[in-house]
């Protein structure tokens, strides 16, 4: 079992940053891929950014978020960290960490594998 906490949402100006973590415990974290999806007001999931495992530095990235955020992780720290740049206001939305076995599962956010509870981002106008 893994659970995962996220941390580091808010409210921000648009054009403004904030950096998203995911904290996870339970099991090694570096045998996992993790991924950040969304849900805005009304939406379904969204994918935003992926990563693998450590020994495999592949990441992945929704087209909207390409340049303004990095995703990254510290496996000594058991934390995966979601970097947003230049906030929109369509960022807005519940921000979620999942970790998985599967590179497929943190991609679609379907099949097995964990998730936190979330945490909001509001980026204002």
């Known amino acids: 079992q893994v659970q995962l906490v996220e941390s580091g949402g808010g409210l921000v100006q648009a054009g403004g940053s904030l950096r998203l973590s995911c904290t996870a415990s339970?099991?090694?974290?570096?045998?996992?891929?993790v991924g950040w999806l969304r849900q805005a007001p009304g939406k379904g999931r969204e994918f935003v950014a992926a990563?693998?495992?450590?020994?495999?530095?592949?990441?992945h990235y929704v087209d909207s978020v390409k340049g303004r955020f990095t995703i990254s992780r510290d496996d000594a720290k058991n934390t995966a960290y979601l970097h947003m740049n230049s906030l929109k206001p369509e960022d807005t939305a519940v921000y979620y960490c999942?970790?998985?076995?599967?590179?497929?599962?943190?991609?679609?956010?379907?099949?097995?594998?964990?998730w936190g509870q979330g945490t909001q981002v509001t980026v204002s106008s």
């Open positions: 990563i693998a495992w450590y020994s495999d530095s592949k990441t």
């Open positions: 999942a970790a998985s076995s599967s590179y497929s599962m943190v991609l679609t956010g379907t099949g097995p594998g964990y």
């Open positions: 339970g099991r090694s974290f570096d045998e996992y891929a």
